[in-house]
């Protein structure tokens, strides 16, 4: 199992940015695929990027494109999450989790790591 730790999370008025970053422990974490999903109170947990192994290849979901970025070190085993234009709705907790090979189908495996959060004031 890949161990993961969410970092980057606050607070951030509507229009502005946050950068997320997830630290990898495990040697081999330049062979999965990884993802960010987020998860606000009395709702699903959905999907808001992917990312294969090499970095070549990325997903979004409709609700962030093109206002989000995600990216990875394999050196440095980090996947990041960059987030601008940010809105009230996308207030909630982000996860990092390895995924499923098939990045579109964005497909947690899993573990769930703690998570970090992420608060949009209008």
């Known amino acids: 199992q890949v161990h993961l730790v969410e970092s980057g999370g606050g607070l951030v008025q509507a229009g502005g940015s946050l950068r997320l970053s997830c630290a990898a422990s495990?040697?081999?974490?330049?062979?999965?695929?990884m993802g960010w999903f987020r998860q606000t109170p009395g709702k699903e947990r959905e999907s808001v990027a992917t990312?294969?192994?090499?970095?070549?290849?990325?997903y979004y979901a409709d609700s962030v494109k093109g206002r989000f970025t995600i990216s990875r070190d394999n050196v440095k085993k980090t996947v990041n999450l960059q987030m601008n234009s940010l809105k009230p709705e996308d207030t909630a907790v982000y996860y990092c989790?390895?995924?499923?090979?098939?990045?579109?189908?964005?497909?947690?495996?899993?573990?769930w790591g703690l998570g970090t959060q992420v608060t949009v004031s209008s």
């Open positions: 495990k040697d081999t974490f330049s062979s999965y695929a």
């Open positions: 990312i294969n192994w090499s970095g070549g290849s990325t």
């Open positions: 989790i390895v995924v499923d090979d098939l990045i579109a189908s964005m497909t947690p495996i899993g573990p």
